[in-house]
């Protein structure tokens, strides 16, 4: 056996490895297209509201909760600002709602029955609801209720929380299942205030994206008022046995009381999150920030839900390693929730801008190596998945002619690509200029809804003008509107990653596994990227070996579960099956478990457990994620298992879904 070597040695092999990982994709040879035309054309094919005509300025709601029914059920008021004078239709998106009542304000107070129609549902936006005002009423009244089904809520029996005695219930409305929910104009291009008075049983405790009250009484009468506009993916709710305790005078968590404690000792750093976020950004305005920490099932890894981040337990590991998720949520106060997107297809001005705040954020806090670290895994992930991506799909700002689905609108082009052609803007520029530009940014836009292209027009006044030939008009179209990432793309490299590679191949050729003090000190991050630069395949005695010495089958850390257990289910490492099937089934959250339903469907045997598993699970899972399990299965062309031993370096490996 080969003996391990020397640190300095380590190293030297390391930069080797990371620079054979880390080059990059050849720049796209195509010529970067022009940009889409101004704003004002811009309009969102995943609303049939009409933003031209009629506008929401607020949003009143009167809701009950009925934990029997799993339905919502009340009226929802707007306050309208008629743009067009001539218009004589309020449109409406809804999703499996049943309307029974339109009402609208006459001139004199009293509320009159006005005409309304329920299109059949189209399969992506759902009905559209066309209510008759000819005499653009300044408020309308609709009465409705939802479906047990409704893809925005989840439901939560006593058996399914953490406590086991009472039923559970939240919302997730991004991208398009706010109107599930509530009838709404169901674009991020309108924003509005909204409050809300919500009963439920007197028992359970009711939180929104508003104002909560950290000493509320549960008495089963809420009242919420939300005094800052935002757009309609930013509806939130939520309602549990739920208990609050704080991190400062405005941070503190929500949780099921068997959560919190360890939930607020994971996410303690919240408030100074804040304040950094403040230092360089400007002021956090959104008053309160309350982190509500959910069941398991929770589809995603954190919702931006407004002074309510909204956050899935598998992130609580108990060494604080995942907290870069409160960070990004955090960012979204800034990136998103006071900037927002006007559509999805300009996603990335939310995500893009938010995953690099976050990597700010986390490099204040945790040092320049921990931010290093966690671009790199973002960006390995980058490249894998662009590779396989359409073209069209693989540019920031995605062409008017493309395609979305409103779901999976926000892929990792958004985040990273996103995240990278700022970082590449901070470079060019000088940290101290981009810092005031980005802060100038988020003041300029506070509270407005935009588009890629007007984002160019104010860096291009505010920045690129400022300080000519720092960066090309073909540099910038190439970043926006090319595909693939551009070969200038500043590279980062992490000094504890080169030491992991050393490991990882000294390990592959001898067999020999790394001195204990050396993975003694490995924190999540070092981990991931073990397993990610791993072959795709290995044999089982590899796999056993591995998990001898540290124990993956059966972690509690999500991150790694969701990169180990396929590497098993490709090896042919059934070993672990009976954990990765607990894992599969307790876990809702999409982006730690296709990786590995997606492993699974690639043989006849895989498909099989895939679909056991997913029989056991499907009553735990929310709709969003039954829907991509269910998608995923039904496509699946699975290969008859070849034994282990001749697995080709498998294709198998697909790449994960970003959120
Ligand atoms: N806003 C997103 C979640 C989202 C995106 C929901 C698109 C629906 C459609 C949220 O801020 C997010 O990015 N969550 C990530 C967190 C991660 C990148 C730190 C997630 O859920 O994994
Ligand atoms: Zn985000």
Known sequence: MRPLRSAAGLLALAVLALTACNRDAAPAAEPAAPPAQAAAVDRDEHSYAEPDKVVTEDLALDIALDFDAKTIAGTATYTLQ????????????????????????????????????LADADATLGSKLTIETPERNAKVRVTYVTSPDASGLQWLTPEMTEGKQLPFMFSQS??????????????????????????????????MSADNDPAAQRDGDYSFKMPQKIPSYLMAIAAGDLVFQEISGRAGVWAEPA??????????????????????????????????????SFPY?????????????????????????????????????????SSAKHGWLNEGFTSYVENRIVESLYGKEVSDMEYVIARNSLRENIASMPEGTQALAVKPDVALDADDALSAVSYDKGAWFLQFLEQRFGRENFDTFLRGYFDHFAFQSITTEQFLAYAKENLFDKFPDTVTDAEIQEWVYAPGIPGYAPQVMSRNFGIVDSARLAWLGSAQLPPRQITDAWSTQEWLHFLESLPPTLTV?????????????????????????????????????????????RVGRRKLIMPIYTALVQTEAGLALAKQIFETARPGYHPITTGSVETLINEAKPAPAPAPAETPAADAAAPAPAN
């Open 82 to 117: 008629w743009t067009d004078q001539a218009a004589t239709q309020l449109v409406l998106d809804t999703r499996d709602l049943t309307i029974s009542k339109v009402e609208g304000e006459a001139a004199g107070g009293q509320w009159q029955p006005l005409q309304y129609a």
């Open 259 to 296: 959560m919190i404690d360890r939930a607020v000792a994971e996410f303690a750093d919240t408030e100074k999150m804040i304040e950094v976020t403040e230092q360089l950004y400007g002021p956090y305005r959104w008053e309160r920030y309350d982190l509500l920490i959910l069941p398991p």
């Open 174 to 207: 991004q991208q398009i299942h706010a109107r599930s929910w509530v009838p709404l104009q169901d674009t991020p291009a309108i924003r509005y205030t909204y409050t809300a008075h919500v009963t439920a049983r007197p028992d359970v405790m009711v939180l």
């Open 301 to 341: 890894g954190g919702m931006e839900n407004p002074r309510l981040s909204f956050i899935t337990p598998t992130v609580i590991v108990g060494d604080k390693s995942l907290v870069s998720l409160i960070a990004h949520e955090l960012a979204h106060s800034w990136s998103g929730n006071l900037v927002t997107f």
């Open 541 to 585: 005695e590899q796999l056993a070996q591995l998990d001898e010495a540290y124990t993956f089958t059966g972690t509690d850390n999500g991150e790694i579960a969701m990169r180990w257990y396929p590497l098993a289910v490709r090896s042919g490492y059934t070993q672990a099956n009976e954990a990765l099937a607990e894992f599969t089934t």
